[in-house]
């Protein structure tokens, strides 16, 4: 714990502010408090989360103190960072039921014997206006429209509300109750940390480094991963699952993968061969994707599960081989007609299409199979039904009984 750990406590780091502040801090020769706050507002720890996170665990494992802040006060005011628009409020009940969710998420992560959990509700609720006041004075109205998501809504003449530009020094008051040293985000986040250097320095306390890390694109290839646009994968996502989401990965974004998902603490220079392997062709992007979410199976599922994963990926999708577990379902019997069923209104029935029209487009191109067997009829015995397999396309499978 000291000086020697900075390189690799730097490994990744987007942004350290100031840049020399951290070596000194470590010249300290104590436990440096290491803070991570974390909003509440979705269910999962993402994989986006997580290299955050994973950065918290590389301090803990230095020796020095992991501060999590869970925000159920912050989450109830919402985080403007990177928004393009007035976010609602959320409410405490739902806001404690996420914060329950992650917190025993977070310890696939953290060591939690060694990880100080706070909740900011305990000092933000207490706050009267006086206190209220004395925040809001710390910086003003211009100095937050220095950042680029509030200036972009400035200029366009979109709403910003009082209570956004509070969310910062809100933020900045959980550094000044836990006397943070370092405080860890995204980089969507710097703005937020720099305040709180303000805020620490106001309640006359040693300003905090800013230590931020990069975003993780989300699995759409275009923003960053986000449960409310649905391009994220849970660490704790079924193996099958989340190995399938990695192998649909866009190629473009294989190595940004396998940095900050797997190699960012591990193994940076691998991370650095495969992008440049990618961009030069000299890499095939399929058999990466796959060794990335074998990797990243195994990191969340243990050593073993990325294999197997695989295995039972390829079966179903190279293979054409049905999964080990298959749902049932039964045919509904006002669909049998004359002994026959119409296999476009079965499809819309069981969910596997959202029509009878788009049922019969998946058969005229050859998408249905039976048994392993592709499907040409409209109408097939129902006797020729049960007991088989009904396949749509390669992912969904359902036993019809």
Known sequence: MGPADLPALLAGAADVVPADELERKLEL???????????????AV??????????????????????????????????????SEIRPRLPKEEVDGYAASLLEQFWIVLDRERTEVRHNSEWLEPMDLEAVLRLASVTTVARMLERDDFAGRYRSGKPISVMEFLYPLLQGMDSVAVQADVELGGTDQLFNLLV???????HGQEPQVALTTPLLVGTDGVQKMSQSLGNYIGITEPPDEMFGKLARVPDALVGEYRLLAL????????????????????????????????GVVDLYHGDGAGPS????????????????EISGAAIPPDLVVDGKVYLPKLLAELGLTDSNS??????????????????ADLEVPVEDLRGRVLQLGRRRFVRLI
Do not use: C, N, Y
């Not at 020769?29 to 269910?43: F, H, I, Q, Y």
């Not at 190699?263 to 495969?274: G, I, Q």
């Open 29 to 43: 020769g104590r436990p440096l408090r290491v803070k991570l706050g974390l909003d509440p507002t979705a269910p």
């Open 358 to 375: 788009k049922g019969r487009s998946v058969l005229d191109q050859g998408g249905v199979r039976l048994d392993g067997e592709p499907v």
């Open 263 to 294: 190699d960012f603490f591990r193994d940076p220079a691998d991370a650095e061969r495969v992008r440049a392997g990618l961009e030069d062709g000299s890499l095939d992007p399929w058999e990466e994707k796959r060794r990335l979410a074998r």
């Open 309 to 324: 994963a695989q295995e039972r990926f390829d079966r179903v999708h190279h293979d054409h081989e049905p999964p080990d």
């Open 46 to 83: 993402t994989l986006g989360w997580a290299v955050v996170l994973r950065k918290l665990r590389q301090f803990q494992d230095a020796g020095h103190v992991a501060v999590l802040i869970v925000g159920d006060m912050t989450a109830r005011v919402g985080d403007p960072s990177g928004k």
């Open 196 to 202: 709180g250097r303000e805020v620490q320095r106001e």
